[in-house]
């Protein structure tokens, strides 16, 4: 069964630095997701992605992140200059139809990023 | 104000009983979708259900079920039979219209889940 892969599953990098987390959505899914969630807290949007754009993005996602599709297969969150409260689990997630309201997110399996 | 409540934050239930999870949701559009995802104490987050606000049956997939009730805007998740397995935080999610794209999930604050052997 096809499905959402990140790289690397777990990240430790010291604060100020850059840090690139990948992702490889499903082959057909269209629309791609980058979420993220604080230790023992609940998920929160970052950002979506379709047609090589953002389409939509939250307060959080701030001039610090961006996101970029390299490549036929890749979907990229970078952070700029990392701080102290990006320490988090990121899901990179996709779907295929992502103008429907009932329209699946299949997650990836989290890259845990720890700031020092 | 909360758009996903989950008031349960630990629930412990025996194995091979059914057990139901509560999400109650807040939202003023006619269209909304309804997820429930389970995170495993590895970390990854896995679809389990998902229920259309104008599906006229609850959604049924193996195990788990979705007791929705539209008038009380609650979207509670029924894993029957439950297995040790099923040992997990649970989320539930929903996906309203936002502008022109039906972006993204917004989240509750989970349930953990404990299967008692």
């Known amino acids: 069964e096809p499905e959402v892969t990140q790289t690397p599953s777990h990240q430790v990098t010291q604060m100020g630095q850059e840090v690139i987390l990948r992702c490889v959505p499903i082959s057909n899914h269209l629309y791609f997701y980058w979420y993220r969630q604080i230790l023992g807290q609940k998920v929160e949007f970052l950002v979506s992605?379709?047609?090589?754009?953002?389409?939509?993005k939250s307060e959080i996602f701030d001039d610090q992140f961006s996101v970029e599709r390299p490549d036929g297969s890749n979907f990229t969150l970078k952070i700029r200059s990392t701080k102290l409260e990006d320490s988090a689990m990121y899901f990179c997630?996709?779907?295929?139809?992502?103008?429907?309201?009932?329209?699946?997110?299949?997650f990836g399996p989290g890259t845990r990023l720890t700031v020092l | 104000a909360q758009k996903i409540t989950q008031t349960q934050p630990g629930m412990f239930v025996q194995e091979k009983e059914a057990v139901t999870l509560d999400c109650t949701y807040d939202?003023?559009?006619?269209?909304?979708?309804l997820f429930w995802y389970k995170q495993p104490s590895s970390g990854e987050m896995i679809f389990l259900i998902y229920q259309g606000s104008y599906d006229q049956q609850n959604a049924t997939e193996g195990r788990y079920s979705l007791n929705f009730q539209k008038a009380r805007k609650s979207a509670n998740l029924v894993i029957s039979a439950s297995q040790l397995g099923d040992s997990a935080m649970y989320f539930c999610?929903?996906?309203?219209?936002?502008?022109?794209?039906?972006?993204?999930?917004?989240f509750g604050k989970g349930t953990k889940l404990s299967v008692k052997p």
């Open positions: 997630a996709s779907s295929t139809r992502g103008q429907a309201v009932t329209d699946t997110q299949y």
């Open positions: 999610a929903m996906r309203e219209p936002y502008g022109g794209s039906q972006g993204n999930l917004i």
């Open positions: 992605f379709y047609n090589n754009e953002i389409s939509e």
């Open positions: 939202t003023s559009d006619p269209s909304y979708g």
